[in-house]
């Protein structure tokens, strides 16, 4: 006899009485860090809000513990971003959770498909470039953990194709291409770390 999975068979019910409310759910792949960006903007958020005090508890730990301060400000980080007015939806989450419909506006206007216009990064210019899941080293992920390459790197060359976006090389970099999206520029006169 095969067994069924409670969560799955929850889920489906859980799925059915949503569709019957017309509230539809939009699934991210969750190894892709572009289709989690919500969740990953509210996890930023969040970390902004209570790693600062952790981290400086962990420079004091030795060498590969980690705190867990966090866990006591949770409840309130959490009370306090759900009474704050978001720029989406112009109101408190806790008081659009109890409504059956909330507009929202979208988080950045559409105006091209992704690297087909704009400025191009010229050679040598100072880049870091967006993490592919689990590229940073290190094995386990937290919210915290950097979404930009910890080393500072150059344009080494780019590619460019008649309807397609620009692709960047990276000098000393990983061999895969970047549109621009996926870099940040680092300015002139910035102070980089010691190498």
């Not at 969560?7 to 759910?25: A, N, Q």
């Not at 930023?44 to 006591?72: C, D, I, N």
């Not at 344009?155 to 620009?166: A, C, G």
């Amino acid at each position: 006899m095969m067994e069924v999975d409670p969560g799955r068979e929850l889920m489906g019910s859980v799925t059915k009485e949503m569709e019957s409310h017309k509230t539809y759910i939009r699934r991210g792949r969750t190894e892709i860090y572009r289709d989690q960006a919500i969740v990953e903007r509210f996890n930023r958020t969040l970390a902004e809000r209570l790693f600062g005090h952790q981290y400086a508890v962990e420079m004091l730990l030795p060498e590969g513990q980690r705190s867990t301060a966090w866990v006591k400000g949770l409840s309130d980080v959490v009370r306090a971003l759900n009474s704050e007015v978001t720029s989406l939806i112009f109101k408190k989450p806790a008081v659009a959770i109890k409504e059956k419909a909330v507009a929202s506006k979208p988080s950045t206007k559409y105006s091209r498909p992704v690297g087909m216009k704009g400025k191009n990064i010229p050679p040598l210019v100072n880049v870091r470039y967006l993490y592919q899941p689990g590229e940073l080293e290190g094995g386990t992920k937290r919210a915290t953990d950097p979404i930009w390459s910890l080393k500072v790197h150059q344009i080494e060359r780019n590619v460019t194709k008649p309807n397609k976006p620009v692709v960047y090389y990276l000098s000393d970099g990983p061999k895969r291409g970047f549109v621009r999206e996926g870099l940040l520029v680092v300015p002139p006169n910035t102070q980089l770390p010691p190498a």
